[in-house]
């Protein structure tokens, strides 16, 4: 028992860690395998594995494929010319039609396709129509602000969500369950910009503890840029962590209502140990899922938030390249969203499959 | 003990105090609503480039002031013929480029037959439509031949797209603005902010500021707690809707001025039902233009008759023309055959004065029985469809670029509007000189616009500058696209 006990601790540990760096599918798939009641153990990859890994691969890569097609089919039918865009009102249609041959916008959009296509199988995502710099470095100067923005945001609703979750689910039906899930359900309610206006009144204005926004870049040091994103960060994970408590405790109660939970109460485990060594752990694969969802939203469907603190994000770059038809950074950006997304379901897919054999053969 | 720190740390803080007291401060952040796209005012229409760039990093020929008047710049006087088509022009000597490369006669000629050559890209390229040739006289004197007589000449030497550019950096002016300008270009933060610091060796009047960095903020709501927090010191164009959490703050200057922003209702002109004058002209007496300034620009911003701004020395006054008048609207409707009315579409781009606007004149022009249905669009979509294809039948939109009466005159311009009268009203403006005589056709040319109704007139944008009440030197009115800090500094 003893010893049964102390593995477990181990394994929570470990857990705890990755847990931090990130949401991955591990994490999940040690879940699930308690879920099944199994024993913990690793399965090398067989040929049957190899096998259902290319499959997965296959998919994933058509998916990308076909996904470019209709991001770039439903680009190119949006009314609009990004040369008539840069030149204004005042230029004549024979300098429009000049800079759109100078753009590259003339060639058939099938030939156009094919280049953008081709490029981005040797990872050269194109030149930006208005700034005129490759997309690659527009996306990894944006990255630099929208991904530890994403991973704070994240954090802070994990740290927040998870214990209060548990805490709702461990008193269900009593009133510090029925005032957390009220205040949870005001976070859901309450929209994000405004309560980050809220933060900035207080803690910008006020106090004058942070910046109102905008973000000096990291080469200003890492505390100013951290400063910076401290209030957006806040802003995101309050509304993610309401979201995330509510399917943390359900998820636990659901849990807490099976067979092994009354056993491990049985054979006399106190029910604290219950709740964090079993029930969590097992409540843990949807509250994952919203997280990676989650995950995915932060990364780039911030655009409010970016604009509220005016932070040069991911979102906004999008918005703004959207807004001067600037279409290639579009396209680039929405496939390396494609391209992430996929990746990131590919790995879920496939820590599945390492839990559970049934899974690599089932079609 | 406990006394002496006291009276330690008194001293220590009266002196920080006192020192910070005698040097003013010389930086600056503004905040500007929208990012240039690229930082090459020869390039591109966008007014952020040259609310960046202009009399701050990039210098012309000629420049406009405060007030709209043209200053000497680059040129320090000039000569024009008596047939009013060879201006020579003599050079300041001693000027650099930032890259340290000697400014002269050559970069004068360059920089004007670069931006009139065939696969120019400039976006006022009409601006150098009359020069025939430019040629070096000395490293110091320039002359520039044209093509015919042009009044407005001195004039568009002085606009952003006209700036003076050097040879080896012009290629690379978008990401890495080189120009003669007090400030030069330091870094640019993507999406983020532009910096700009003073340069050394200006041949000029020293600037005050030492660095100045230009922070894009894109969402209005964003403005106030930025100015309350100290992080931002200067909106130069302010947003109308904030304006009420500022207004009485003692610790900020809230000026409004005028630009040239000229906001119509545009009308497509040929089609039925609007090629008729009468079914215009109702229009116009349908407008209610106080009601229209107060909801879609709280108040601020001056009615106009015709396409001029009240702040112009040419502009002449015709509001009175056609006054609200519901009941002689609704008169010239019937004269036209549509006593019961006519359905029409109203494309509104995104400014909120188009938004906004919008609705209201929506309402006002139902009282007539002009229905409207209002379709919200896009820039992209407003340049495609509207004034592009010309596919449209009522929108709003600002006409930002200064003394542009000539847009009416233009083939193909999406009013659809041709008048052979006008036309030579305009073709003989640009082969006048004398300012008494251009007067007198601007205003036959206003007087035109405004008898044919040519579109609805409405008001001229007004200029929302908020900034901290210590700051001096920023422009109050905007006559031409640009926020000169050549004259800013700090009180005290």
Known sequence: ?363 | MRLWKTILAAAVLALAAGSQAFAARTDLVIGIPLEPPHLDPTAGAAAAIKEVLYANVFEGLTRIGPNGEVLPDLAESWTISDDGKIYTFKLHTGVKFHDGADFGADDVKFSLDRARADNSVNAQKGLFAAIDKVEIIDPATVKVTLKNPQGSFLYNMGWGDAVMVSPKSADTNKEKPVGTGPFKFQNWAKGSSITLVKADHYWGAPVFLDKVEFRVVPDAAAYVPALLSGDIQAFPFFDPDSLAQVKDDPRFKVVIGSTEGETILAINNKKPPFNKLQVRQAISYALDRKAIIDGASAGLGLPIGSHMSPANKNYVDLTGLYPHNIDKAKELLKEAGLENGFKATLKLPPPSYARLGGEIIASELRDVGINLEIIPVEWAQWLDQVFTKKDYDLTIVSHTEPNDIDIYSRKDYYFNYDNPTFDKIIADLNLTSDEAKRKELLGEAQKILADDAVVGFLYELPKIGVWDAKLQGLWENAPIQANDLTKVKWSE
Request: aromatic share 8%.
């Open chain 1, 1 to 363: 028992m003893a010893q049964s006990a102390k593995t477990d601790e181990g394994c929570w540990n470990k857990l705890n860690l990755q847990f931090v760096q990130h949401p991955s599918s591990d994490l999940a798939s040690r879940g699930h395998l308690l879920l099944q009641g199994e024993k913990e153990e690793r399965h090398a990859p067989t040929p049957s594995m190899t096998a259902y890994l290319l499959k997965r691969l296959a998919i994933a890569f058509a998916t990308l494929v076909l996904a470019s097609m209709v991001v770039f089919a439903v680009l190119e039918v949006l009314p609009g010319d990004p040369a008539r865009l840069m030149l204004g009102m005042n230029a004549s249609a024979d300098q429009v039609e000049l800079l759109r041959n100078q753009m590259g916008l003339n060639a058939p959009l099938v030939l156009r396709y094919l280049h953008w296509a081709g490029g981005l199988l040797s990872l050269d995502f194109g030149r930006s129509y208005t700034y005129s710099v490759p997309v690659i470095d527009l996306v990894r100067e944006r990255l630099a602000v929208s991904l530890p923005l994403a991973l704070i945001a994240l954090a802070l609703s994990t740290i927040i969500a998870i214990p209060v979750g548990l805490y709702s689910a461990s008193r269900r039906g009593r009133a510090g369950d029925t005032i957390s899930m009220g205040v949870a359900q005001l976070g859901v309610a309450v929209p994000n910009f405004w309560f980050a206006l809220m933060l900035i009144y207080i803690f910008a204005v006020w106090l004058r503890l942070v910046p109102a926004g905008g973000f000096p870049g990291w080469a200003a040091g890492a505390w100013p840029a951290l400063k910076s994103l401290l209030l957006p960060a806040v802003a995101l994970a309050l509304p993610q962590a309401a979201i995330l408590a509510r399917v943390t405790r359900s998820a636990l109660i659901e849990v807490l209502n099976e067979d092994y939970i009354r056993t491990a109460r049985a054979k006399g485990l106190p029910y604290r140990a219950v709740l964090w060594r079993h029930a969590l752990r097992n409540a843990m694969i949807p509250v994952l899922t919203i997280l990676g969802l989650q995950f995915a939203f932060l990364l780039a469907g911030t655009i409010i938030i970016e604009n509220v603190f005016y932070l040069p994000g991911l979102g906004r770059l999008v918005f703004q390249a959207i807004t001067q038809r600037d279409l290639i950074v579009v396209e680039s950006v929405v496939m390396l969203l494609v391209a992430a997304v996929i990746a990131v379901n590919l790995v879920v897919d496939l820590s599945y499959a390492v839990v559970d054999p049934r899974l690599r053969t089932r079609q």
